[in-house]
């Protein structure tokens, strides 16, 4: 999500139960008159530390009235200097909220909700939160798959992919024990060549070009509210020449959507870069090109007990963005220059995750997500009174 972050520092005064230390109030607004059920602050280090330099990425902790909530710490180059801080809150519309950062003895570890890691021998890049899971494939199945996105659907709100690939493991080839539903969901999902539930290539002259596998990754944060990951591409090619890609892959806890952010190399200056949604037996499209979103809804497979499945994109900015279709996708278009990140989000609900009744729920949740895109949080830090 994108936010306005306002920084007001006057005299420093230690608020009550911070032990002579200065708390840092973060003051949260929603501009819309919408809700916003669960949203995921940002708020950058160096704005935390002019309000108390004493303050620690070890020491840090964040406080909603009494209550201390799970927070990240981001330090993406690791370099001991973290970017930001994060951590979650919801809103009813055009409500506003305040936080209190201080230091304590030491950070308190809060159980992950999110989750992203490398799989042996598969090379997988499986990730999830505490709704939904996906993965994307690596080398190691290169001659049958592409960089689409596969979907884990999850009947529980714990963390599944790690107990799922082990409960596989000694399976005969093709015969995974997570294709099946034993009470916490399953891999009901078909990928093949495709870009599954929102995978991205180029599109020049109404064709699709797909990058191939990832051939590198590097997994950047890992919860408790975020996970956020890197994935190198370098076997893309288009009329013979080659193209580079690299995407980057952002998941909140709480949330059934990633933020994808993609750029491309070698491919000419104006790009147009193509996300797409694989055609499914019996699922409808629809869309909105005023709020810039594609979905697709229908049935899981064959077998009514698994019910329904949503996938969708959206795609910021939809006035500059068009809509297309091959034999095996709908696609998402939007305009990009080489070596300049592309952003869009990616996807999936599941009726039997108990978080979406039917289609209406699901259109529902891509227009909430655009508008709150749309309605970016008004953020503000200040020293306490």
């Not at 190691?140 to 960089?147: E, I, P, T």
């Not at 810039?292 to 064959?302: E, H, K, Y």
């Not at 969708?312 to 220059?337: N, R």
């Not at 599941?350 to 953020?379: C, M, N, Y």
Request: net charge negative.
């Amino acid at each position: 999500m994108r936010y306005l972050l306002l920084v007001l520092f006057p005299m420093l005064l230690c608020g009550p139960g911070c032990a002579g230390s200065p708390e840092v109030v973060v003051t949260v607004e929603n501009p819309a008159d919408f809700p916003r059920p669960t949203e995921t602050i940002a708020v950058s280090w160096q704005s935390i530390q002019a309000g108390n330099p004493a303050l620690t990425p070890g020491t840090v902790s964040v406080w909603d009235a009494d209550r201390e909530i799970p927070s990240q710490i981001v330090d993406l180059n690791a370099d001991g200097v973290p970017e930001e801080i994060l951590f979650q809150t919801g809103f009813a519309a055009k409500e506003q909220k305040s936080f209190r950062v201080r230091a304590q003895t030491s950070r308190t570890e809060f159980p992950p909700k999110v989750d992203a890691r490398f799989v042996l021998p598969r090379e997988d890049l499986a990730w999830e939160n505490d709704r939904v899971a996906f993965r994307m494939y690596g080398p190691a199945m290169a001659a049958d798959v592409r960089n689409g996105i596969d979907v884990w659907t999850k009947r529980v709100r714990s963390l599944i992919v790690q107990k799922w690939y082990k409960e596989s493991e000694g399976a005969p080839p093709g015969k995974d024990t997570y294709h099946v539903d034993r009470g916490e969901g399953a891999d009901f999902f078909s990928v093949g060549k495709t870009l599954g539930a929102g995978g991205c290539g180029l599109w020049k002259e109404n064709v699709l070009h797909q990058p191939g596998v990832f051939t590198s990754y590097q997994i950047a944060q890992n919860g408790p509210v975020r996970t956020q990951f890197k994935l190198v591409y370098d076997n893309g090619q288009i009329n013979g020449v080659p193209f580079h890609a690299e995407q980057t892959v952002t998941l909140d806890a709480g949330e059934h959507f990633n933020r994808i952010d993609v750029v491309y190399t070698g491919a000419g200056d104006s790009l147009l870069v193509a996300a797409g949604l694989v055609k499914r037996k019996n699922a409808a499209m629809t869309g909105n090109a005023d709020l810039g979103w594609l979905a697709l809804w229908g049935p899981v497979n064959d077998d009514p007990v698994n019910e329904f499945l949503g996938t969708g994109i959206v795609m910021p900015g939809a006035a500059q963005s068009a809509t297309a279709e091959d034999s095996l996708h709908y696609l998402l278009l939007g305009p990009s220059t080489a070596g300049a990140p592309l952003t869009y989000y990616a996807g999936a609900g599941w009726t039997r995750s108990g978080d979406f009744a039917g289609v209406q729920d699901w259109e529902a949740a891509l227009t909430a997500l655009a508008s709150r895109l749309h309605h970016p949080l008004k953020i503000a830090v200040s020293a306490a009174n």
